[in-house]
């Protein structure tokens, strides 16, 4: 079968007029997933250009941290609305994406161990099945790493990739009101489509460092030009094994970005794998190999 075409692309003036839109196609067995812009209507006001603009430059959210009297350990889901998360402005922007009094939600775990004054790390999760929730065998590794994680819990078929960004992203801005987060250990995850949403978040919020693509991946050649020197300063793990279908699309990916000059990129071949690609281990390989950048 024939890969999908990329398609042209909106001018540079994007970060002012534009939002970022995903064109979802199948992953593994010889596909490549384009990355589609879109042109937001014009009949937004000018609150909400100003609103990308503000978190397209990655504005580390309108309200400042109000951590809770009692913060919630172990697994648990959160709630807000996008009023309680920025603001009236930011909802009013955002109502044509997400209704103003939508209670958005996501599956959380929060190490026993979590102490306020050790900021911990936050890993966002994109998942295309639309639970959210962390398997409960990564639970020694976050806890290890001192590490939240966060992901979406939605209805996938009903939501669109616009919003499953826009989820993505206020997902990291309501962990850091209950939570003492580490800005310098925000990162992404995603398993199948859900990396093209990852990936999607990353461009429109400087603030996340590292994503790790598990079982389906997006090659640069994908990417926009103009953004390549942005992905460039980020860092990129890419997890396959020998059993996932999807194994040759991810290391060619893989091998895209070494070739055009990616030096922060680091593949997970698990040769005795199964088709359960994200081994607790190689969670903590891939995580560790996004920290290290601190050392």
Do not use: C
Not at 82 to 99: D, N, P
Not at 117 to 139: H, T
Request: net charge neutral; aromatic share 10%; no cysteine.
């Amino acid at each position: 079968m024939a890969r999908p075409e990329r398609l042209e692309l909106p001018t540079t003036w994007f970060e002012a007029r534009y939002s970022i839109q995903l064109s979802y196609g199948r992953v593994g067995q010889g596909w490549t997933i384009p990355i589609v812009w879109a042109a937001m209507k014009e009949k937004f006001m000018k609150s909400t250009r100003l609103l990308l603009a503000m978190l397209l430059a990655g504005v580390a959210g309108l309200h400042a941290p109000a951590y809770a009297q009692d913060e919630l350990r172990g697994p648990f889901r959160l709630s807000r609305t996008t009023t309680e998360i920025g603001g009236a402005e930011m909802a009013q922007g955002l109502k044509e994406t997400i209704a103003i009094d939508e209670e958005l939600q996501w599956q959380v775990y929060v190490p026993e161990n979590y102490d306020r004054q050790k900021l911990a790390g936050a890993f966002v999760f994109v998942d295309p099945s639309g639970w959210g929730g962390m398997p409960d065998q990564f639970r020694p590794v976050f806890d290890s790493l001192n590490m939240i994680w966060i992901g979406a819990n939605r209805t996938a078929a009903t939501t669109s990739s616009t919003k499953s960004m826009w989820t993505t992203v206020l997902g990291a801005r309501a962990l850091q009101q209950d939570y003492a987060i580490d800005l310098n250990r925000l990162y992404l995850g995603g398993t199948g489509e859900g990396v093209l949403t990852a990936i999607n978040a990353m461009l429109a919020s400087s603030e996340f460092a590292g994503v790790v693509q598990i079982s389906g991946s997006v090659g640069v050649a994908n990417i926009p030009a103009q953004f390549l020197d942005t992905l460039k300063r980020k860092h990129f793990v890419f997890m396959t094994s020998t059993n996932d279908k999807a194994n040759k699309s991810v290391r060619a990916d893989y091998d895209s970005y070494r070739k055009a000059g990616f030096e922060n990129v680091k593949l997970i071949y698990d040769v005795q794998g199964s088709r359960d690609v994200a081994k607790p281990e190689l969670i903590d390989e891939a995580i560790r190999y996004l920290d290290a950048r601190l050392n």
